[in-house]
């Protein structure tokens, strides 16, 4: 294959945090498995991302895959708060990035920040622009039984009209979404509704915990039930709830558990999260509980899986999927979640645990004190969490979103044979 027609695509994600590093080792691994006649692969990251990247990849001559540092005031500018700042930031340097690299395809690994200037018509001269959708939350009437509030309604109302017009924009190659139920509704609500894909999100690879990873895990007390929240403590995954609703446990429920928070905390809720933490402390000796303000190695993660008998996800009305009810899924463990939303439906829909208002704190506590008495009160379905994972290996997310990216450009060499592009039930 000559050079020039090997379809060239560039990453841009200026957001290290959460899922990105296993996303992106994803997708490079299934481009070396490609090889260079059949894809070329840019990422333009965060410069310490990008570094990290540029000391695991093979040296120049061998490669097909090349890392590319934003500027700090180009991750500023694509991280502000203002969505509609951030989403008109990272198209004009995807834009512009695309044109330097001389790449024919770009993907977006966040779209969502990119609704409002690709509605508006914007493009990056001729070359298809794709990218994953989160949050597509406009189909959560129909599989919710809480009416939305009004600001939600407000939400999904602006969401409807910048999804319409962001399917019709010619420069739109593939919308790939990562919640399983809402190429259907758009199938019924979009006329470019071709151009939605479903991709599975992936299962992290769980690894076999180190020595010193078990070292968190093993201060458990042995006698107590472990429940364990981790993952990005922000406001939303619902920390202070969980807090508040811990200290309303009954002393004789509250003294047969243990429960640790682990995970960096968001900063706008770091000195309220650790004063309460102080104040249960001193006033609940009973309930054991520790605070772990720090991002966990996979195999800490993995050990703490182990060691709990339950997971909790106590969002808050949040909007999109959750790697956390994965991690769950993949070690057998039921969760403690949500009733709202993607995660409430995959929690219903797989057998995955219980779903409740987690935003009730007297029905949070009730639902922790009854799973504290006895863990039979929460059920769950292993073989719903095996099929789960199952259709959401890394492999096949990396070969959807490739395939999905070039827009039609297919190489058998971009995928194995078994691979399928069939959406998810």
Same mark, same amino acid.
């Given at each position: 294959?000559?050079?020039?027609?090997?379809?060239?695509?560039?990453?841009?994600?200026?957001?290290?945090?959460?899922?990105?590093?296993?996303?992106?080792?994803?997708?490079?691994?299934?481009?070396?498995?490609?090889?260079?006649?059949?894809?070329?692969?840019?990422? !333009?990251? @965060? +410069? /310490? &991302?990008? #570094?990290? *990247?540029?000391?695991?990849?093979?040296? =120049?001559?061998? %490669?097909?895959?090349?890392?590319?540092?934003?500027?700090?005031?180009?991750?500023?500018?694509?991280?502000?708060?203002?969505?509609?700042?951030?989403?008109?930031?990272?198209?004009?340097?995807?834009?512009?990035?695309?044109?330097?690299?001389?790449?024919?395809?770009?993907?977006?690994?966040?779209?969502?920040?990119?609704?409002?200037?690709?509605?508006?018509?914007?493009?990056?001269?001729?070359?298809?622009?794709?990218?994953?959708?989160?949050?597509?939350?406009?189909?959560?009437?129909?599989?919710? !039984?809480? @009416? +939305? /509030? &009004?600001? #939600?309604? *407000?939400?999904?109302?602006?969401?409807? =009209?910048?999804? %319409?017009?962001?399917?019709?924009?010619?420069?739109?190659?593939?919308?790939?979404?990562?919640?399983?139920?809402?190429?259907?509704?758009?199938?019924?609500?979009?006329?470019?509704?071709?151009?939605?894909?479903?991709?599975?999100?992936?299962?992290?690879?769980?690894?076999?915990?180190?020595?010193?990873?078990?070292?968190?895990?093993?201060?458990?007390?042995?006698?107590?039930?472990?429940?364990?929240?981790?993952?990005?403590?922000?406001?939303?995954?619902?920390?202070?709830?969980?807090?508040?609703?811990?200290?309303?446990?009954?002393?004789?429920?509250?003294?047969?558990?243990?429960?640790?928070?682990?995970?960096?905390?968001?900063?706008?809720?770091?000195?309220?999260?650790?004063?309460?933490?102080?104040?249960?402390?001193?006033?609940?000796?009973?309930?054991?509980?520790?605070?772990?303000?720090?991002?966990?190695?996979?195999?800490?993660?993995?050990?703490?899986?182990?060691r709990s008998q339950v997971v909790l996800a106590?969002?808050?009305?949040?909007?999109?999927?959750?790697?956390?009810?994965?991690?769950?899924?993949?070690?057998?463990?039921?969760?403690?979640?949500?009733?709202?939303?993607?995660?409430?439906?995959?929690?219903?829909?797989?057998?995955?645990?219980?779903?409740?208002?987690?935003?009730?704190?007297?029905?949070?506590?009730?639902?922790?004190?009854?799973?504290?008495?006895?863990?039979?009160?929460?059920?769950?379905?292993?073989?719903?969490?095996?099929?789960?994972c199952n259709e959401r290996k890394p492999e096949?997310?990396?070969?959807?979103?490739?395939?999905?990216?070039?827009?039609?450009?297919?190489?058998?060499?971009?995928?194995?044979?078994?691979?399928?592009?069939?959406?998810?039930?």
């Amino acid at each position: 294959m000559a050079t020039s027609s090997v379809p060239h695509l560039l990453i841009l994600e200026p957001d290290s945090r959460g899922h990105v590093r296993e996303w992106i080792s994803y997708l490079v691994a299934a481009a070396h498995k490609a090889g260079p006649d059949a894809l070329r692969l840019s990422l !333009a990251v @965060p +410069p /310490s &991302l990008a #570094e990290e *990247l540029e000391r695991t990849l093979p040296p =120049v001559r061998h %490669r097909n895959v090349r890392a590319m540092a934003l500027t700090p005031r180009e991750v500023a500018a694509c991280m502000h708060r203002q969505l509609w700042i951030s989403g008109m930031a990272r198209w004009w340097i995807m834009r512009r990035l695309m044109a330097r690299a001389a790449a024919t395809h770009g993907l977006f690994l966040a779209l969502d920040h990119l609704s409002l200037p690709l509605a508006l018509g914007l493009g990056a001269g001729h070359r298809p622009l794709s990218g994953i959708l989160f949050r597509p939350s406009v189909h959560y009437q129909h599989i919710n !039984a809480h @009416p +939305p /509030s &009004l600001r #939600e309604r *407000l939400r999904e109302l602006r969401k409807v =009209v910048l999804y %319409r017009l962001m399917l019709r924009n010619p420069a739109v190659g593939a919308v790939l979404s990562l919640d399983p139920y809402f190429a259907d509704f758009a199938a019924h609500h979009y006329p470019r509704a071709s151009k939605v894909t479903t991709i599975p999100d992936p299962v992290c690879l769980a690894p076999d915990p180190a020595a010193d990873e078990r070292r968190l895990a093993t201060r458990v007390p042995n006698e107590r039930k472990l429940f364990l929240l981790f993952g990005e403590l922000t406001a939303r995954k619902g920390v202070l709830v969980l807090l508040e609703a811990l200290q309303r446990v009954p002393p004789e429920l509250a003294c047969q558990i243990a429960v640790v928070v682990a995970g960096p905390l968001d900063p706008p809720i770091r000195d309220a999260v650790r004063s309460t933490v102080a104040h249960i402390h001193r006033l609940r000796p009973d309930l054991w509980l520790h605070l772990e303000d720090r991002r966990l190695a996979s195999g800490e993660i993995v050990a703490l899986l182990e060691r709990s008998q339950v997971v909790l996800a106590p969002y808050q009305r949040f909007v999109g999927s959750s790697g956390i009810i994965l991690w769950a899924a993949q070690a057998r463990r039921p969760v403690l979640c949500q009733d709202y939303g993607l995660v409430g439906r995959l929690t219903r829909d797989f057998g995955l645990g219980m779903a409740l208002d987690t935003t009730d704190t007297a029905a949070l506590a009730q639902a922790l004190g009854a799973v504290a008495r006895d863990t039979a009160a929460i059920k769950f379905d292993t073989r719903g969490m095996e099929r789960l994972c199952n259709e959401r290996k890394p492999e096949r997310f990396a070969q959807i979103v490739i395939e999905g990216a070039l827009c039609g450009h297919h190489d058998t060499r971009l995928a194995p044979a078994s691979a399928g592009r069939e959406a998810l039930p």
